[in-house]
């Protein structure tokens, strides 16, 4: 993001912020409600324009590019698994929509499965999941097809504590062994600890510190 600026009234939503994640590293933006993180998570999506400023993927200018042609895969707080499909299918979707032949996907899917400890259920209908499963399967559909950039929004805020941590501790590994550059949104401070490699804290509508989560967090 390079002065990326984004406004819904008079008051900017985001001002000026310049950051960049690196490939294979988890990048978190920290900050309390309100303060932009979502809309500048939504301007790199492609689901929001910004008003000043530019997105780059691999150095190339993607600012006028719609969400389909970035390559990104997102997850939400409130996941939405396709009903109808298996857990399998779920996952294989991505991977079928790059153009992945059927078995090529299904075996994609099964090892993005695999590795969020889930293989047993990937005969399972959505409705058969619980929330932790439910949500562990989001971020595999989000993984499978190889996104350049993962970009999570909260994706363990409606899971209740206990889940949340053994999840933070999963997902860690998951995004390494996967090499996946992820943007994550989160107001947790824990969850900013656990999952990134460099932390960038928001407030109103700007970029305050941006460092290691070691150094971030550091008290002087
Ligand atoms: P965060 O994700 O950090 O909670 P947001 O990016 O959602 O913050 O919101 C930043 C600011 O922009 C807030 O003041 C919010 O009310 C405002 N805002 C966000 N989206 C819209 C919108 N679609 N219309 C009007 N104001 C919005
Ligand atoms: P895009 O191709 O723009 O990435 P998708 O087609 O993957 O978008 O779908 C975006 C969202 O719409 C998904 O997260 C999903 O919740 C919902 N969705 C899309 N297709 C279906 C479907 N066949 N059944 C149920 N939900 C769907």
Known sequence: MQGVRRSYGPVPAVRDVTLEVRAGETLALLGPS?????????VVAG????DAGRVLLHGQDVTASPPEARGLSLVFQ???LFPHLTVLDNVAYGPRMRG???????????????RVGLADLAARKPHELSGGQ??????????APRPALLLLDEPLSNLDEQLRAS???QLRTLFREEGAGVLLVTHDQREALALADRVALM???SVVQVGSAADVFARP
């Open 203 to 205: 407030r109103g509508g």
């Open 167 to 169: 999840l933070r501790a």
């Open 47 to 50: 689901l929001d324009r910004p």
């Open 134 to 143: 439910a949500q562990r399967v989001a971020l595999a559909r989000a993984l």
């Open 100 to 114: 992945a032949p059927r078995t090529a996907a299904r075996e994609r899917a099964a090892a993005v499965l695999d």
């Open 78 to 80: 409130d996941y939405a």
């Open 34 to 42: 309100g303060c932009g993180k979502s809309t500048l998570l939504r």
